[in-house]
């Protein structure tokens, strides 16, 4: 079965664990998309890094209070840019409560190069007709 492939794309790591960043920055890098990664910002200095780098896609945090913020400004500023949430301990709740936020995904480690690549294509892959 033949995948769409999703460009290179500029890809947001914003206030990630070390560890997490470390670890799914590999995983996007191997895939080929620019990784920058950057501590966590306040909603308008968050954007302005956002507009700098063309960001394609973020991930954030899964803490309620820095994501609904960000959320809040992507969509007043820069609608359709996907964000996704990035939780250390993976709970159906949570995800629940971050898609119900306006998250475009939700994930956990481990990080596995075939759920990367799934989230980037469901996020970015132009869309077409075909099943």
Not at 62 to 79: G, H, S
Not at 87 to 94: K, Q
Not at 119 to 130: H, T
Request: glycine share 6%; charged share 20%; with cysteine.
């Amino acid at each position: 079965m033949s995948r769409s492939k999703v460009p290179p794309s500029n890809v947001v790591l914003l206030g990630l664990a070390e560890d997490l960043a470390r670890e799914s920055g590999r995983i996007l890098s191997e895939q080929g998309h620019k990784v920058y990664s950057f501590p966590l910002l306040s909603a308008s200095g968050a954007l302005e890094v956002l507009k700098q780098v063309h960001a394609d896609l973020v991930f954030c945090p899964a803490e309620p209070d820095r994501y609904n913020l960000l959320l809040d400004a992507i969509t007043q500023k820069m609608a359709g840019l996907p964000l996704v949430v990035v939780s250390r301990h993976p709970d159906t709740s949570a995800w629940l409560d971050a898609l119900q936020a306006g998250a475009s995904d939700y994930c956990a480690p481990p990080f596995e190069s075939v759920h990367i690549r799934w989230i980037m294509e469901s996020m970015l892959a132009p869309q077409s007709g075909d099943a």
